[in-house]
């Protein structure tokens, strides 16, 4: 009797390691596949890529948001990339085209927005390749394909 209680328990641990093993994988292969985030479908086109590590905030918040000519930016539903950080203003921010550069454009925000550590004091400022956004406490990163 010991031996076949034994026995079952050695499958149930197998299959309990096999299990484990296969959500690993699995865990790693959608992480690899976040990365890549559509290369191909999105290739040229600027975008905002999260700094933040999703998994440390409160609110549901995308890795990527693809630029358009304009974007909102806010805690209101009403805007095209939603934060429902408490420090991010209703209408924030936005980030619109002109003359085919970026233009990220502070709309009286309570707690400011900050490109590269530094508050916008002129209310706007010219997006390059590589410049951080911050939000509330949260963090973009402006890439752009043609820089």
């Known amino acids: ?3 076949l209680i034994s026995s079952i328990l050695k499958y149930i641990f197998t ?8 959500g690993v994988i699995r865990l790693i292969y ?4 976040s990365m890549n985030f559509k290369k191909s479908e999105n ?3 600027p975008y905002l890529k999260l700094i933040n ?12 948001y693809m ?7 806010g805690r209101g539903n009403n805007n ?4 429902k950080d408490p420090f991010v203003s209703g209408k924030h921010a936005e980030i619109n085209v002109v003359d085919n ?3 990220l454009r502070d709309l009286n925000s309570k707690n400011g927005t900050f490109l590269n550590g530094e508050i916008l004091q002129e209310g706007f400022a010219y997006l390059k390749d590589g410049d951080k956004i911050k939000f509330g406490l949260i963090d973009f990163l402006f890439v752009d394909y043609k820089a």
């Open 43 to 45: 290739e040229g086109y």
């Open 53 to 64: 590590q999703r998994e440390n905030l409160d609110f549901k918040i995308e890795e990527t």
């Open 15 to 22: 299959l309990i390691i096999y299990l484990f093993i296969f």
């Open 101 to 103: 550069n970026f233009v």
């Open 30 to 33: 959608l992480d690899i596949k």
């Open 1 to 3: 009797m010991f031996d």
């Open 67 to 73: 630029l358009k000519n304009h974007i909102s930016v």
């Open 80 to 83: 095209d990339i939603v934060i």
